[in-house]
């Protein structure tokens, strides 16, 4: 369900100071159970969710329409071709049952391709030409800098949907976040959120966590991202010099936990920017599970965005899944 957000109230960017250790020890935790490693009954469930959770992303400058139609051609063959064999040699058949769950063909492929808006044109061409479907998420807004007019964010964005974009990555402007002018981000996180056809396209707001800066500025840029409407909240752009870590997972995770208890909204989690190792995905996927519980894993609350993680993640399942075999 879409969060339709809620009138701005200053007091819910009220938040506990965040203190250094106990975030830490909460990341530590989720870094230590995947070093420690999984059991394959377990492991296999969880690769399969961060495949089928996963927005597989191209956004470069060199992008064009080959580069897209290859993206939307490795959406939606690349796992089934490298994995297909190895799920059917499963002997064990109560091992094949639970494995089937995960990797039915339907969840062999990613949630969607994550493009740029000039792009999404391509992706559905080729799609309708494949006679094929699958989700196109837009990034927008001047990405990754944010740095245009509001008006021009909402042409992007406008822009991206009347091409097909179901989803849209939606870039903030930093400078507001510095400020303390959290009434106009959410003014004008609220005039994009108006125009996602009420709800019916998913906005998911970027909030560049290593660019704001302290936890209590990532816990109020995500509350005003919510409060306007954002289904998702999403760790950074892929471009900034710093990626996420865990411990802006950990303050996010607090945010949507409040944002959850007060308005009733679920709000899912995007955690993207240099994830390339099936082991980082694994450390996100059991943050989320223990800091909001089993509710958000799933595809429409929590998402990993990359562009070069789907193939370790199939490296990996290819070895675990010999484990059944
Ligand atoms: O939204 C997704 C990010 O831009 C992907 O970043 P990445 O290229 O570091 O995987």
Redesign the pocket.
Known sequence: MSNPGIIFDESMLICVDFKEEDIIAIADECDRFTKIGFLPELEAPYLGLILHMM?L?S?NSTDNRSTTEALVDKALTYTKTTLLTDIKQIKNSDHLCSIYEYFNTSTLTPATI?VSSVRVIDAIQRLRFLKQTLDIAS?AGGFPMGQVPLSSQIAEVEFAISHGASEI?IVIDRGLVIDGDFKKLYNNLRAIKSICNNGEVLLKT?LSVSEIGSYSLVYKTAMTAMMAGSDFI?T????EAQ?ATLCHGVVMCEAIKTYCHKSGYQVGI?A?????FYEQAISWLVLVKNQLGNDWLKASLFRI?????LEDVVKRLKVVLKKFQ
């Open positions: 927005d992303t956004l994550c990034v990555d970027i999403k950074s752009t892929g471009k990626n995007k993207a920017g240099g994830i390339k965005g990359a562009s070069s993680l």
